[in-house]
């Protein structure tokens, strides 16, 4: 970048990280596992609960040794604070296993949320609703039925529905029931009610009523942090199903089949949940990118997976598929039988599995901002002395090895954990006195009497005349800018124009709102568009700006002069301004850009912290010092039309070179060269050209 006051030079900038208190980089270590069946599973499960005691110690009594730095306070102020549950993210290669994390997490009492899951359909919520569904659509089907009642949304135990089996009741929608079970009795009343509207209903429908009867939303509301993203999966499971009859599908049981082949396919996602509550994130390397988060914890990097070994491999060169065989011969031991061609793409194949692990460790570890926390319980090394195909193994030589461990101990800067024993939840924290629960009640219904008498209010409708109540320092150019009549006629022009329109469609015998849609269209790009990431015409050209949290949005408002109230929290809160208002603040950010020239903003934004840079126009690139730097363009010989500049490969590897090394070929030129290695011989090649099937290039011809 360029070093204003010292005169156009370039500058490479060293990027600074504050200090922090102790370790950056930690290791939770565990004992190497078992090699016999069943270890990688045991290792998961004592590694799970290990993280989630960790967790726990995070967030209750971790001290000086996890805190986060607070992105919220001033720019010049270096605070740190303890870690929320939201400050974590724990990084999987692959969501194998992640059930057992779950399992851990939810019994020592973490809050988390699984990010781009793929086993929606695997979900126990979604899975539940598809049975009692299956139950409804062939109500014959008595393990169904069963099925249905034991599920989450019946809740009735295998003990409740011994005991209604042994009074004599049966898994029969129609049939008589015994009396003193009216709780089955009237689930199988659902079910049977649901059954009989089947032929006259859509899938979807009958899927959002049988969670309406079965007050499913209203249970896992109030089951504790899971409870919001098992809610998304049920309504995206009624989404599904209008969208299969959207599509034409029809009938409950062609849903059904259909719902069974896609978690067959094991494709489709969880729900995301449109909140940012504070909750523990689990998610896959992969959907980790571009993310930050300050606390990261990769799991299950020293767990791998047994594989056959004897898999085909893919001979890209000769587009074959090269395969092992197994020779069993009469009288000997049999033996497998490799090519030569089959062993060197072996080893191809585990170098490049090896340089993928080593890509997906260096995501995952450029993902945490403050600490980044290692679990390792598992095998790095194998018995040869090789490293092991596992996520950590390229840094197995910087690891201690797995084994048991009493105490914390730092070496090198890095500090290694022994694994705590799981949080225990007390019997009265799981279950508060009666009294309490009571008092709460209460509460709670008075506070949805609250809402549902706010809920039944009319929604207010902002006039023009409610541009008044912008507030008058956005409206004057507030602080720090330079006060300007300006502003002001600005935002009485506009308001005049809009009830100009207004008066005009009025006396023309047309409705005020279809005068004002074109207005409103703009105001509505604007709400899409972040008036705080987005690039404005500046006096003498063009400037992008780019806040992605509150706090550099705040420090671009100051610099800007305007108070924008969507700016007061941690999130963006759009709710806080009307069209209107969101209208004026827009056009007025974008009319202060244009009263000073691009250098001077950028300056300004440099001096308060705000990310920001000039656009340069495809013409100012041949000239600009960053890009003379770096090399992002180089002189290239062209067959046809000489030297000509080309945009270089801008990433750099410190194992080789990078770069473009030739420039583009003209028509024609690599023809012959590649029919040759597609098994063409000369005069082939001589004879398609001749016909006009294909076209070579030539020096000088």
């Known amino acids: 970048m360029r070093s204003r006051g010292l005169g156009d030079v370039y500058k490479r900038q060293d990027p600074y990280r504050p200090p922090a208190e102790g370790p950056r980089v930690a290791v939770l270590l565990g004992d190497e596992p078992d090699t016999a069946a069943g270890g990688v599973e045991a290792a998961r499960r004592a590694e799970a609960q290990a993280l989630a005691a960790l967790l726990v110690e995070m967030h209750e009594g971790g001290g000086d040794r ?66 009692c569904l299956r139950a409804v659509d062939d109500p014959s089907d008595g393990p169904a039925v069963y099925a249905a009642l034991h599920s989450t949304l019946f809740g009735f135990s295998d003990d409740e529905l011994f005991l209604f089996w042994a009074a004599g009741g049966r898994f029969d929608l129609f049939a008589e029931q015994p009396e003193g079970h009216a709780a089955v009795a009237e689930a199988l009343v659902v079910l049977r009610d649901l059954h009989s509207r089947r032929a006259a209903c859509e899938p979807f429908e009958l899927a959002a009523e049988l969670l309406r009867r079965t007050k499913a939303v209203e249970v896992l509301a109030a089951s504790g942090a899971g409870g919001p993203q098992a809610i998304a999966n049920l309504e995206k499971l009624v989404d599904r199903a209008r969208a299969f009859s959207g599509a034409g599908g029809r009938g409950l049981g062609a849903f059904l089949a259909w719902a069974a082949e896609a978690g067959d396919a094991a494709g489709e996602q969880e729900s995301q949940v449109d909140d940012d509550g504070d909750v523990v994130r689990l998610l896959t390397i992969h959907k980790a990118k571009g993310l930050e988060y300050p606390i990261v914890v990769v799991a299950g990097g020293a767990l791998g997976t047994r594989g056959g070994g004897g898999e085909p491999i893919v001979d890209r060169e000769r587009r074959r598929l090269a395969i092992k065989l197994k020779a069993e011969l009469p009288g000997a031991a049999a033996r497998d039988l490799e090519p030569e061609r089959y062993v060197a793409l072996r080893e191809r194949e585990k170098e490049m599995e090896a340089s993928e692990r080593r890509r997906l460790l260096y995501v995952a570890a450029t993902r945490a901002r403050d600490r980044l926390v290692v679990t390792c319980f598992g095998r790095l090394w194998n018995k040869d002395g090789s490293r092991a195909a596992v996520l950590l193994g390229p840094m197995a030589d910087a690891l201690p090895a797995p084994a048991p461990l009493e105490e914390a101990y730092e070496d090198g800067g890095v500090l290694v954990l022994p694994p705590a024993a799981p949080r225990q939840r007390a019997e009265e924290e799981a279950a508060p006195p009666d009294a309490d629960l009571a008092g709460a009640r209460s509460v709670w219904g008075a506070q949805r009497e609250e809402l549902l008498e706010r809920a039944g209010r009319a929604a207010p409708a902002t006039s023009p005349s409610g541009l008044e109540h912008v507030d008058k320092q956005v409206r004057s150019g507030g602080p720090g800018v330079k006060k300007s009549r300006y502003w002001e006629a600005r935002r009485d022009a506009m308001r005049e124009e809009m009830l100009r329109d207004i008066r005009e469609a009025r006396a023309q015998g047309n409705r005020a709102d279809e005068a004002t849609a074109e207005r409103r269209s703009r105001g509505d790009q604007l709400r899409r568009g972040n008036p705080y990431y987005k690039i404005f015409e500046t006096a003498d050209g063009y400037i992008a700006l780019a806040c992605l949290n509150n706090r550099l949005r705040r420090a671009a408002a100051g610099v800007l002069g305007v108070e924008d109230p969507r700016l007061a929290g941690d999130q963006f809160n759009v709710e806080q301004l009307g069209p209107d208002e969101t209208l004026v603040i827009g056009e007025l950010i974008a009319a202060i850009f244009s009263s000073r020239p691009t250098d001077e903003w950028v300056d300004l934004f440099a001096a308060a912290g705000v990310p920001s840079g000039a656009v340069k126009m495809t013409e100012e690139l041949f000239d600009d010092p960053h890009v003379e730097a770096e090399g992002f363009l180089v002189d290239l010989e062209h067959p046809t039309l000489g030297t000509v500049k080309q945009a270089n490969t801008p990433v750099r590897m410190s194992g080789g070179e990078t770069g473009t090394r030739r420039s583009s070929p003209a028509l024609g030129q690599h023809t012959e060269e590649f029919l040759g290695e597609l098994g063409f011989t000369g005069d082939e090649i001589e004879a398609l050209e001749t016909g006009g099937v294909v076209r070579s290039w030539k020096r000088g011809a």
């Open 66 to 131: 996890w805190t986060v730095q607070d992105r919220a306070a001033p720019a010049d102020d270096e605070v740190w604070r303890a870690p929320r549950w939201g400050d974590v993210a724990v990084l999987f290669r692959a969501t194998t296993g992640l059930e057992t994390y779950e399992q851990a997490l939810r019994e020592a009492g973490v809050p988390y949320r699984v990010d781009g899951g793929t086993a929606y359909f695997a979900r126990r919520e979604v899975d539940d609703a598809l049975l």
